[in-house]
């Protein structure tokens, strides 16, 4: 389960917005925390601002997901023919 924390960088005074995944790890057998870095948080009003990364990834989520969709509907198409 992911959740998302906040880190402030002390030099520069950005704080920055992780999302941090938890998983095992078998050889030191504890728990351990992968972080990605999704954005950071605007200083005067307290916005969310997203990284490119952030937004590659929903960019890349969301043709995949027409692509899906597009060969689903062709498909069903080309099945619905085949049945009439």
């Known amino acids: ?14 704080t920055y917005v992780y ?3 938890s998983y095992w790890d078998p050889i030191k057998k ?3 925390n992968k972080k990605v870095c999704i954005g950071k948080l605007d200083k005067d009003s307290g916005m969310f601002i997203p990284s490119k990364r ?6 890349f989520r969301y043709s ?6 597009s ?10 023919s085949i049945l009439i």
């Open 71 to 80: 060969i689903y509907q062709y498909l069903s198409r080309q099945y619905l």
């Open 64 to 69: 995949i997901s027409f692509h899906f969709s």
């Open 19 to 21: 999302e941090s995944t």
């Open 54 to 59: 952030l937004l590659d990834f929903r960019r």
């Open 1 to 14: 389960m992911a959740c998302r924390t906040h880190q402030l960088n002390k030099t520069t005074g950005i």
């Open 30 to 32: 504890q728990p351990r």
